[in-house]
Nanobody, 123 residues
Framework: QVHLVESGGGSVQTGGSLRLSCTASGPDYGGYCMGWFRQTPGKEREGVAIRDPFRRTYYSDSVKGRFTISRSGDMGPVYLQMDSLKPEDTAVYYC?????????????????WGQGTQVTVSP
């Protein structure tokens, strides 16, 4: 069982930046795919960024070039650096993990989730 805890959400104005952090614990998660997803009321959860155990990354088209996923070592926290934020980035952001390698881009099969952290971007 992998336990995930997010932090770093908050409120910013358009064009601002935030960095989200996700701390993982549990057995053998070092080889897991790690990702960030987001959800707004009435919409399905959307995949934002994924990092595989060999540091390859995948991004949704809506955030490519503005968001960066990274990890501190093989077992450290996973970060989502969000720059040039827009009001449409407003959502609850979730950290996620799954034992899917090499198919880390199977967005709908992530099965470990954090509790979520709110990000609000004002015009």
């Amino acid at each position: 069982q992998v336990h995930l805890v997010e932090s770093g959400g908050g409120s910013v104005q358009t064009g601002g930046s935030l960095r989200l952090s996700c701390t993982a614990s549990g057995p053998d998660y070092g080889g897991y795919c790690m990702g960030w997803f987001r959800q707004t009321p009435g919409k399905e959860r959307e995949g934002v960024a994924i990092r595989d155990p060999f540091r390859r990354t995948y991004y949704s088209d809506s955030v490519k070039g503005r968001f960066t996923i990274s990890r501190s070592g093989d077992m450290g926290p996973v970060y989502l650096q969000m720059d040039s934020l827009k009001p449409e980035d407003t959502a609850v952001y979730y950290c996620a993990a799954a034992d899917l390698y090499p198919d880390c881009d199977r967005w709908h099969e992530y099965n470990y989730w954090g509790q979520g952290t709110q990000v609000t971007v004002s015009p």
